[in-house]
């Protein structure tokens, strides 16, 4: 069993990040965490795991407010800034010295698990880990389940469709078919 919190040291890199950010990526980390437990990953990997969901989104510290709280639907300009996050997050996780697994899944956090989408751009064609496959399908659950500035949460129900429609080339299929066996259940009735 690991930690299901981050260490001291990750909060500072932390600091920087908006209130509703840092909330999401608690929430991500813990779903990634018991997805990996689930699938018997080893100590190491669940460190890594624990440590890369929790900052996955750390880059966005430097994107503007105004990009973070829009309620109109971005602009390319915008989207382009916004994808510039994980090589960001990537660079700050570098320069803390933290692990090679855990840089590898907030680099590759947008990247489709066939590696055939996503971004950043220039990885296109490269898969990713395991550890970030998890940490895709946690961050979609908790993305289309938690309310953003644009749009209400939906329905719980609603991501898992998601997840199936996409499982294979978006998410790795062993993990949705894990999640939805697993966790879906249990998060449905607590609400
Ligand atoms: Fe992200």
Same mark, same amino acid.
């Given at each position: 069993m690991v930690l299901h919190f981050p260490d001291?040291?990750?909060?500072?890199?932390? @600091? @920087?990040?908006d209130e509703d950010t840092l909330a999401?990526?608690? /929430?991500?980390?813990?779903? $990634?965490?018991?997805l990996g437990e689930l699938m018997g990953l080893t100590p190491a990997e669940l460190l890594d795991l624990n440590r890369g969901a929790y900052l996955h989104d750390v880059g966005k510290q430097y994107l503007p407010e105004r990009i973070l709280r829009k309620k109109a639907p971005l602009?390319?300009?915008?989207?382009?800034?916004?994808?510039?996050?994980? /090589?960001?997050g990537y660079g700050l996780a570098e320069a803390w010295g933290l692990s090679p697994g855990v840089n590898r899944i907030i680099l590759e956090h947008h990247l489709w698990a066939n590696g055939q989408g996503g971004y950043p751009q220039e990885l296109m064609g490269s898969k990713p880990g395991l550890l970030t496959q998890?940490?895709?399908? @946690?961050?979609?659950?908790? $993305?289309?389940?938690?309310?953003r500035p644009y749009r209400q949460a939906l329905d719980l129900a609603v991501g898992l469709e998601y997840l199936e429609e996409h499982a294979g080339t978006i998410f790795n299929s062993?993990?949705? $078919?894990?999640?939805? @066996?697993?966790?879906?259940?249990?998060? /449905?009735?607590?609400?």
């Open positions: 001291d040291a990750l909060l500072g890199i932390m @600091a @920087a990040l999401h990526c608690s /929430r991500v980390q813990t779903l $990634a965490l018991t602009t390319p300009q915008e989207w382009e800034l916004i994808e510039l996050h994980p /090589r960001w998890i940490v895709t399908v @946690a961050d979609v659950v908790d $993305a289309m389940s938690s309310h062993d993990i949705v $078919a894990l999640f939805k @066996a697993e966790i879906y259940p249990f998060l /449905r009735h607590s609400g």
